[in-house]
């Protein structure tokens, strides 16, 4: 009986040392880097964390503040700090932020690769602005256009809320953002659409 019970002992041991897998502990450290935005007029929005205090989001997440001066705030463990817009482009509805206090967060990569039709892909967000539905959905580039359109079209779920949100490759780099969805309904119906990569580039480089 001594021998049976120690034996139980350490398989459960074992079971709760078992190590997550790389893809697991690098999924999370992209889930940690995903903060949630909201406009003093009360919209809400995510971003992701790039490093020096920087946050990349959706120009149509943050316009308010251009067009009425609203203030931004991003969430951290459940308190609000505020944030100043560092660049924008309308055109191609990109933002970045720079932290007034940052914190420390893991830092998002910029991916040097582009992305092909086919690629698997992850989205982050905050669904339906709600702070405990920050979710991850996995999918695929299902299409990408050239000019003059110069977009790419996913299938990892997105929806309101989740605007701003990094879409990244399957090392976890970031290749685009949430910017909108193809729908009838204004609920998710499978197609999500950002950047296609050279134009998503164009606005990282730019100074």
Not at 67 to 80: C, G, M, T, W
Not at 138 to 161: C, E, Q, S, W, Y
């Amino acid at each position: 009986m001594k021998r049976l019970i120690l034996s139980i002992v350490l398989i459960l041991g074992a079971c709760n040392t078992q190590k997550e897998s790389p893809r697991h502990v690098k999924l999370q450290s992209a889930m940690d880097s995903t903060i949630q935005l909201f406009m003093e007029s009360g919209s809400r929005g995510s971003g992701g964390y790039i490093g020096n205090g920087q946050i990349l989001t959706a120009y149509h997440v943050i316009e308010s503040h251009i067009i009425q001066q609203d203030r931004i705030f991003y969430a951290h463990n459940e308190v609000l700090h505020e944030c100043t817009l560092v660049k924008h482009s309308k055109d191609l509805d990109l933002a970045i932020l720079k932290m007034v206090q940052p914190v420390n967060l893991p830092v998002l990569k910029i991916s040097l690769i582009a992305p092909k039709v086919g690629d698997q892909i992850y989205t982050i967000g905050f669904h339906f602005g709600i702070p405990a539905l920050k979710v991850a959905s996995h999918g695929h580039v299902t299409n990408i256009t050239g000019k003059p359109i110069n977009l790419m079209f996913f299938d990892a779920a997105i929806n309101r809320g989740a605007s701003g949100g990094p879409v990244l490759n399957q090392d976890f780099e970031i290749i685009g953002v949430n910017q909108m969805i193809y729908t009838s309904t204004g609920d998710w119906a499978g197609i999500g659409i950002c950047n296609e990569y050279s134009e998503f580039m164009r606005f990282i480089n730019h100074d």
